[in-house]
């Protein structure tokens, strides 16, 4: 018998006769006649471990990923570059196969990296608290929204078209489920029409959620928009890229009351799209209502440092009917690793990163734009990320870029009508200049 087999005969016949069956086929009496395969699989003979992993190699070689071809595909996941130390840590035993941490003194060493995640996380968005992270962005948007509301009394959010697609999705799920109003301010000219939000504000608005570099990588103007609604005693949610938050103002500058995010950049593989974590900052005002956990720095009786579960009167295992959410749990693993990321990259790194972001998406739309050919959605600032529109179908540019064996930008139209024929391209820090200008000369040959 394979060791993979969990049962042997004998094991067969006790659970067959405590059934009161004689074969297994009678387990399937209810599966008509007519319906049943009548003979065995056609199923290859049984291979080695070593010729297994052969085939799957080579089944794996068939796809392409960023590691093994130039790749400009961003849309809210990012190609950036991961330190060796995120992995080496994060494998550890100690982090990798802890459990939440409800007793403090046997937990001390995932609190702590909690306690320097959610640090990190306040350094980097300029606000005064943060929670243990949340599942992804685009539910710390909805878990934003419900402290907005919560917070304020009011039942109306609006919501900028500018914002992922997806996180606006999720967001209305979960607004519409609780019964509360969700507004969509429209695009003009690739960010948030400050005009129509100025027509719709009203003084039952909890909060607006504003994304800067938004969608299209586009960075918003916040100044109007936090006076309205902060004129309007309502709230100010900003979504960021935390990588660029290396060399733009935070959300603490801008005056916002809660900074979400998608932490994927932040040390996390792309790992088709998921696992990562969502993370959120607020102010102190706000603290007592923020979700999910919250590790707090303390002393114990000897005056040594320890770390603690604070303020969980909030949470849903301890006052279930007064929680403020149902998030009960955190992304800990990948909070830690963006923890590693941070600690690695230092300062002086994330801003490295950031500026590298910057010049190489803007050398790279200068590039495709030069001959006239191709153009730039809006002209507007934007970051790492840019949308580029022609007479060429997109179908026909992401074709015939796979066919040079490249993989290309996402494909506007599904989600933006007006951008028909529009790409957004993206480019991190780990593009070079000879994938950037291979890209331009392959996108010149198409038109």
Known sequence: MFPYIPCTPEDEKYMLDCLGLTSVEELFTDIPEQIRLKKKLDLENPKSELEVEKILKKL??????????????????????????????????????????????????????????????????????????????????????????????????????????????????????????????????????????????????????????????????????????????????????????????????????????????????????????????????????????IVGQTKDREGKRGFVSTLQAREQHIRREKATSNICSNQALNALAATVYLTTMGKEGIQEVARQCYDKAHYAASLITESGKYRLAYDQPFFKEFPIVSSVSTEKVQKSLLEKGIIGGYSLSRDYPELENGILYCITEKRTRGEIETLVQILEEIV
């Open 60 to 293: 794996s070689q068939r796809n392409w990923d960023a590691g093994s071809t130039p790749y400009f595909l961003g849309a809210g996941i990012y190609d950036h570059y991961i330190p060796a130390t995120v992995r080496f840590v994060t494998s550890r035993s100690e982090f990798y196969t802890a459990y939440t941490p409800y007793q403090p003194e046997i937990s001390q060493g995932t609190l702590q990296a909690i306690f320097e995640y959610q640090t990190m996380i306040c350094e980097l968005t300029g606000m005064d608290v943060s929670n243990a992270s949340l599942y992804d962005g685009a539910s710390a948007a909805a878990e934003a929204a419900f402290l907005a509301i919560e917070s304020t009394r009011r039942d109306q959010i609006l919501v900028s078209e500018t914002v992922h697609p997806d996180t606006r999705k999720v967001l209305s799920t979960f607004m519409n489920h609780r019964g509360f109003e969700l507004i969509t301010i429209p695009m003009k000219n690739g960010v948030t029409d400050i005009d129509t939000l100025k027509r719709i504000i009203s003084g039952n608005t909890a909060a607006i959620l504003i994304q800067t570099p938004n969608f299209l990588g586009y960075l918003e103007e916040i100044d109007e928009a936090e006076e309205l609604i902060h004129k309007h005693n309502g709230l100010l949610i900003l979504s960021v890229d935390p990588i660029s938050l290396g060399i733009f103002k935070s959300p603490g500058e801008w005056g916002a009351d809660i900074a979400i995010g998608e932490g994927q950049s932040l040390g996390n593989p792309m790992s088709f799209g998921g696992p990562s974590f969502g993370f959120m900052a607020c102010t102190k005002t706000l603290m007592r209502k923020m979700p999910g956990r």
